[in-house]
Nanobody, 119 residues
Framework: QVDLVEFGGGLVQAGGSLRISCSAS?????MGWFRQAPGMDREFVAA????????LYSDSVKGRFAISRDNVVNTVYLQMNMLRPDDTAVYFC???????????????WGQGTQVTVSS
């Protein structure tokens, strides 16, 4: 069992930046970030392999967001730049055995952190 807790959400103006974090209670393999806006399905944002050498991004965030991790402190980060109002959502981190874009591929989930981008 791995517990995941997200930190760092908040309100930011369009064009601004925000970094959110996800702290794990133990070692994890592949990690992913997903987001869910009101009335929408949960969608893939980014993922990283256990050693940090491989990353995967959705087209909507590629070039603006960056995923990273520090395995010493069991934490994964999502640096979000050039934020837009349509990035507004609850952001979830997830842990799984492999990098994937499907929610079913991840076994453990955090409770989410709200990110709101004002226009």
């Amino acid at each position: 069992q791995v517990d995941l807790v997200e930190f760092g959400g908040g309100l930011v103006q369009a064009g601004g930046s925000l970094r959110i974090s996800c702290s794990a209670s133990g070692r994890t393999s592949s990690m992913g970030w997903f987001r869910q806006a009101p009335g929408m399905d949960r969608e893939f944002v980014a993922a990283m392999s256990w050693n940090g050498l491989e990353t995967l991004y959705s087209d909507s965030v590629k070039g603006r967001f960056a995923i990273s991790r520090d395995n010493v402190v069991n934490t994964v980060y999502l640096q979000m730049n050039m934020l837009r109002p349509d990035d507004t959502a609850v952001y979830f981190c997830a842990a799984g055995h492999s990098m994937a874009v499907l929610t079913d591929s991840y076994k453990y989930w955090g409770q989410g952190t709200q990110v709101t981008v004002s226009s």
